[in-house]
């Protein structure tokens, strides 16, 4: 029985292949740079936006950890059907559990992915995370270089989860019956603010780290710098009532990491203390 797992290289990808290889599992991964994936499995070149490039690595695969890319999903499922793929898990967000997402992509996108999936007939499970802590390491140069981090929305509460403790989801709904399905929305097990986690890493580095806030007008410049053309002014406007709802409210919560894994969700103090290296210059 072969698990082949997609977005292999990515922070939740690579956990999943840590967990399922320690598992005793049979695993292969794609990359659309294998060369230099850098994975302990077998490792197929494949690009989800051309599916037709996964007919070799999904060659007797039984089940997939499926990342989300919208241009390839409905081609993947069609192709992983014919190719007898038993159980797709797919990663997916929280915002498609929500309708306070309105039509932001971060929410059509998941549904989109989560529709070919479910119209191919193949077994699913449908991880749906909040925000990854992973999330800070966009902050890493500027602690590194600067000791500190320009921020919008310093305030807005977030829920962020470890990659490991998606992954541990991701494992558990791959190898275990009893979850095909299951729309799982996990979550970290507290509402923190953004503050909060700069604070916290500042802990796990022994540095104290500033934060210098920045004004609306400020914020939308670098959401347009960091999403290119893809950020127009109405997903921009879509991003400050977020983080505006999100600053006004604490971050919703679930406790589904404890019911799935029997043990609580990893916190942000352990996540920074697990990535401390890559905070420190
Ligand atoms: N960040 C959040 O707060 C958050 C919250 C909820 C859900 N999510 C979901 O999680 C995703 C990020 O997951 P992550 O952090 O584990 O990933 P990541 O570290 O951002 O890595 C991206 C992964 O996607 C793969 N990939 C990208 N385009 C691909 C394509 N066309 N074909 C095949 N693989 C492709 C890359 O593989 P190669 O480069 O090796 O080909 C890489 O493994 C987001 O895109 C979103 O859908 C994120």
Redesign the pocket.
């Known amino acids: 029985m072969t698990i082949l797992v ?9 956990c999943v292949i840590t967990q399922l290889v320690d598992a005793g599992a049979s695993v292969r991964a ?4 294998p060369q230099s ?1 850098g994975l302990p499995v077998d490792v197929r070149a ?4 051309k599916p037709e490039s996964f007919d070799s690595a999904l060659e007797g695969v039984e089940k997939v950890f499926l ?3 919208p ?2 999903a409905q081609g993947f499922a069609e192709l992983a059907k014919a190719k007898g793929v038993k159980r797709i898990v797919l ?5 498609a559990a929500h309708e306070s997402y309105g039509d932001s992509p ?1 929410r059509t ?2 549904l989109a992915v989560e529709a070919a999936v479910e119209r191919s007939g193949i077994d699913w499970t449908f991880l ?5 802590a ?2 800070t390491l966009f902050w890493a140069e500027s602690i590194k270089q600067e000791g500190l981090v320009r921020l919008p929305f310093a305030d807005a509460n977030v829920n962020p989860i470890h ?1 490991a403790d998606i992954a541990a989801v991701a494992v558990k709904a791959l190898l275990e019956d009893g979850h095909v399905g299951a729309a799982y929305e996990l979550t970290g097990p507290e509402s923190i603010s953004q503050r909060g986690q700069v604070s916290l890493i500042g802990a796990a580095v022994g540095r104290e780290i500033e934060v210098v806030d920045l004004s609306v007008a400020e914020a939308k410049a670098l959401w347009a710098q960091q999403f290119g053309g893809f950020a127009d002014g109405k997903i921009l406007d879509g991003m400050v009532k977020l983080y505006e709802n999100a600053t006004a409210r604490a971050a919703d919560l679930t406790t589904v990491v404890q019911e799935v894994l029997g043990r609580p969700a990893r916190t942000f103090a352990e996540w920074a203390t697990d990535h401390k290296a890559d905070f420190t210059a």
């Open positions: 997609t977005g292999a290289t990515g922070n939740v990808g690579r794609t990359s659309r740079n994936a494949a690009d989800l936006e990342f989300p890319n241009a390839g990663l997916s967000s929280q915002a971060v996108v998941h749906r995370p909040g925000g990854f992973t999330n990659e």
